[in-house]
């Protein structure tokens, strides 16, 4: 409906009224394609109004052609709901809709489709052969003033940060895992309940090689041989008294036994002075020693010369077994010279880590 009337201007002011069935025709959202969003501008009504009568008249001339075309084509009403319009084509809530091979390729491979990166399992499975733990604040700190580049993640409690204020900041600075957690969390990261309020995951060292070492050894040099000595709380104790006697190298079976958490507690930083030697067997690296110009020095409970009257060359191998069975024949039978410690004879042998002390310290009192 039209109404003209003149406004104070003179001018004739035209009115547009919307009937009912039109009122509330909306342009579509632009986001959704559905009603509900900002009303018609009055041109685009206008046009609307004018088409309608010729649509109609179309309608009735057409007749029932859709369904002679077929009852499974789509209307233009579905059609068009079904396109996007204005800016719906930049819209992130659109479904995009992909060609049969590249859906195929999206299944086979659904890490790829929501952009997580898949990681090997054999690379995780090699990673972690090459890692380890270390615990303990004496034994963490020593590791992080030797080789901190062989860090790879830490955990702490709040009581020890102020001591590791140093490892903090290098660790930040070298873009390092770290985490301040409580006691339990700290447990279940090392593994144990002894941790010292600090862990470290480290890269493991290897064993350098019987040839390696002869090539930078000095003229004074004792290299401790351990045939099958695996307990990690004897191997601690072991490095410790190696650390304090000056002693440098020890001839391993398995160079990661002194790696392990709880050897490294133990050894108390001890473990950052030694390093683990490996031959292709051990009687193999007892005899590249031999060539080399070492003394090899074996021990035992129950034969040998007394330690206080023997005198112990520079260069020397000391070879120590396991408490239980010592060391074995063919082991013992490659000595130069075989060792015992005196004692009242009320226990038959002392610890291995113990031993260790005294022979050591005989040979640096004899030698430095």
């Known amino acids: 409906m039209n109404d003209e009337f003149k406004g104070k201007s003179g001018k004739v002011k035209v009115m547009y009224v919307r009937d009912e069935g039109e009122s509330g025709s909306r342009a579509p959202n632009p986001r959704t394609g559905k009603g509900g969003g900002r009303p018609a501008r009055q041109e685009d009504s206008r046009r609307s109004s004018g088409r309608r009568n010729e649509q109609e008249d179309s309608r009735r001339a057409t007749g029932g052609r859709r369904n002679e075309e077929g009852a499974g084509r789509k209307s233009r009403s579905d059609e068009g709901s079904r396109k996007p319009r204005g800016d719906e084509s930049f819209s992130p809530w659109r479904t995009v809709s992909r060609p049969p091979s590249e859906r195929a390729a999206a299944e086979e491979n659904p890490a790829e489709q929501s952009g997580k990166v898949t990681i090997d399992p054999e690379v995780i499975r090699r990673q972690r052969q090459e890692e380890t733990r270390v615990y303990g604040e004496n034994a963490c700190q020593a590791l992080f003033q030797s080789r901190p ?32 957690v409580d006691d339990a969390e700290l447990a279940k990261a090392s593994g144990t309940e002894h941790h010292g309020g600090v862990c470290f995951i480290i890269k493991k060292r290897m064993g350098m090689a019987v040839s390696e070492w002869l090539r930078q050894a000095g003229e004074k040099d004792c290299v401790l041989a351990l045939e099958d000595v695996s307990n990690p709380h004897n191997l601690g104790g072991i490095m410790r008294s190696c650390a304090h006697f000056g002693v440098k190298g020890l001839l391993v079976n398995d160079a990661s036994l002194l790696e392990s958490g709880a050897a490294v507690r133990t050894a108390e930083g001890g473990a950052e002075h030694v390093q683990a030697i490996s031959g292709e067997s051990f009687a193999a690296g007892l005899e590249a020693f031999r060539k080399a110009g070492y003394t090899i020095v074996t021990t035992s409970s129950h034969q040998g010369t007394p330690l206080a009257k023997a005198e112990l060359p520079a260069k020397m191998v000391l070879v120590l077994g396991q408490e239980r069975e010592g060391l074995s024949d063919s082991a013992f039978q490659q000595g130069d010279i075989s060792l015992s410690i005196g004692g009242t004879g009320n226990v038959e042998s002392l610890n291995v880590s113990v031993a260790t002390g005294i022979l050591l310290a005989e040979w640096w009192r004899q030698n430095a």
């Open 149 to 180: 580049e062989a860090i790879v993640r830490a955990w702490f409690v709040q009581s020890v940060t102020p001591r590791f204020r140093d490892a903090l900041r290098w660790l930040a600075a070298n873009r390092k895992a770290y985490h301040v």
